[in-house]
């Protein structure tokens, strides 16, 4: 199949523009950048896409030993981007993603111009010298829940993953995002995403840096975005007056606004059109 069907690709904006490719978090899908993409389509093109096993991808397409490590994904975004053929991007990654395009960038830094990392985080579990926000017991109690009852885990740690207890409505969306997502693709990438280290990758990348960081975020604390800034080189690190790992959504105008002065194109107007997701 084609890479372009296959991770279900959404090219938008400008044509001949500077290229922005947005890639979504575990559990989620390229509907969760719509508060956001859609601002930047007057100054960019805009690239959307879902990872194999997410959203309006082939399922028949997932390989269980190719996405048991970050670097599966990862490859799939350098296939993408060569695929798109649209010169040196700018990648735009959210929770997961930020390490996966981390590591695109480091294998392919011709394709990637600058990175913008939204509540990254090398490493989950806490080490020597090192928070990464959970113990290796609570890891592991995470995943067993998940095996046990995944609807019932999605429906307990979406609030919790996504803060803002005053608007509800954000912790339904992301219930429901979970719930859309193959139970048995989940819980693999779950184990992916939760008991990698890829603090060793961040020596490799090369490649400008944008660190968004919530001030309060329990999946990602901001420990470990300030982390991710002082090990990577060229990186400028801007904390959100945001609550939750997901400011995407729930306070989208700080991102636009972010990272509009790190590209320096005037703010645009946030949510102005929201693009096909599925």
């Not at 695109?104 to 010298?129: F, I, K, N, Q, T």
Request: hydrophobic share 45%.
């Amino acid at each position: 199949m084609d890479v372009l069907t296959r991770n279900a690709v959404v090219v938008t904006g400008t044509p001949g523009a500077p290229a922005l490719v947005f890639a979504h978090g575990f559990g989620c899908d390229k509907s969760m950048w719509r508060h956001v993409a859609p601002a930047f389509e007057a100054t960019h093109q805009v690239v959307l896409f879902d990872h194999v096993g997410a959203g309006a991808s082939d399922l028949a397409a997932y390989d269980p030993a190719r996405y048991s490590r970050l670097e599966g994904y990862a490859d799939d975004v350098v296939r993408v981007l060569e695929a798109l053929d649209l010169g040196p991007v700018v990648l735009v990654g959210h929770s997961v993603s930020a390490m996966i395009g981390l590591l695109a960038a480091a294998e392919r830094p011709e394709l990637v111009d600058r990175l913008v990392l939204v509540g990254p985080s090398p490493r989950y579990v806490d080490d020597d010298g090192y928070r990464g926000g959970f113990s290796a017991d609570e890891i592991a109690e995470l995943l067993e829940t998940m095996d046990d009852n995944y609807l019932g885990w999605s429906r307990f740690i979406a609030p919790v993953i996504m803060g803002n207890g005053e608007r509800p409505e954000l912790a339904d969306e992301l219930t429901n995002s979970f719930c859309r997502t193959d139970p048995t693709i989940a819980r693999r990438f779950a184990r992916t995403t939760f008991l990698s280290d890829n603090r060793a990758d961040l020596a490799r990348v090369r490649t400008p840096a944008l660190v968004l960081q919530s001030r309060e975020d329990v999946i990602a604390p901001p420990e470990v975005g300030r982390y991710v800034h002082e090990h990577l080189a060229g990186s400028e690190l801007v904390v959100l007056d945001a609550v939750g790992h997901c400011p995407n959504l729930s306070a989208p105008d700080q991102v636009v606004a972010a990272m509009a002065a790190y590209l320096g194109v005037d703010e645009p107007r946030v949510g102005a059109r929201a693009p096909a997701a599925r």
